[in-house]
């Protein structure tokens, strides 16, 4: 597993999640259940992970997903 990303942004992960899915990739979410142990703040990321033969496609998406929202 390769980690794509690392972020407290729900909103990013979310849209990537759906972007790595729509283009064929699996990804998988470290640390979510680490808010219970934060009281739900919010301050620790999370890691986006994707199998290790995925991660150079996965990380186009993720180039191609935050140029799409600088644009807007």
Known sequence: M???LRTTDPVLLSA???A???A???PLQ???HMSIVEGSLGVLPRRMMVADEDA???LRVLE???R???ES
């Open 30 to 32: 470290f640390d979510t």
């Open 56 to 58: 150079a496609q996965a």
């Open 24 to 26: 064929g990739i699996e």
């Open 16 to 18: 990537l999640d759906d």
């Open 68 to 70: 799409e929202a600088e």
């Open 2 to 4: 390769k980690e794509i």
């Open 64 to 66: 191609a997903l935050r």
């Open 20 to 22: 790595l899915r729509q």
